[in-house]
């Protein structure tokens, strides 16, 4: 069972260190990295069940785009402005986020009620299947508190760079 303060801990044990190292690859952008980290990225989730965690929709929140607005309002069957007033707010960088955390539409079975049409930042979550990997070093380096997935794939980046 995934224990999210056991994770916290771990990543707090290796912060400094993870920070120097994704700095380090952000500086040297090796030529291989995004098919590295495509590898790992497909390894760990080969193991790792996000039902069985669900961290990321228990501690953080996504960003809210207008899009996602529209399309899961419309799914709801409510107006995007009911759907804002009830469920959104705007953080100090102007974002819509969703109110609290855990995540509203996060079910007692780690299923999400809309899944289908969740927000982007959901879909992308925890975004280490993209393309130039080393722009994200910082949220990257974040994740590694909150996603037991990302904190292996740079542990398991760290022997393949050092």
Excluded: W
């Excluded at 419309?74 to 974002?95: A, E, G």
């Excluded at 509203?104 to 993209?130: Q, S």
């Amino acid at each position: 069972m995934f224990d999210p303060d056991k994770l916290k801990e771990e990543a707090g044990k290796k912060n400094k260190e993870n920070k120097r190292f994704l700095d380090k690859l952000k500086k040297k952008k090796p030529k291989n990295l995004d098919n590295v980290v495509s590898e790992l990225h497909d390894e760990v989730f080969g193991y790792t069940d996000c039902l069985n965690c669900a961290n990321c929709c228990r501690s953080i929140s996504p960003i809210i785009i207008d899009r996602d607005i529209d399309r899961i309002s419309r799914h709801l069957k409510i107006s995007p402005s009911v759907f804002t007033t009830k469920y959104l707010t705007l953080d100090s960088d102007n974002d819509y986020v969703f109110k609290e955390t855990p995540c509203p539409f996060l079910m007692h079975d780690n299923y999400c009620m809309i899944y289908d049409v969740r927000p982007r930042a959901c879909r992308e979550y925890p975004h280490t299947d993209r393309k130039r990997f080393y722009q994200i070093s910082t949220l990257t380096l974040k994740n590694t508190f909150v996603c037991p997935a990302v904190f292996d794939i740079v542990e398991k980046l760290k022997d393949i760079y050092k």
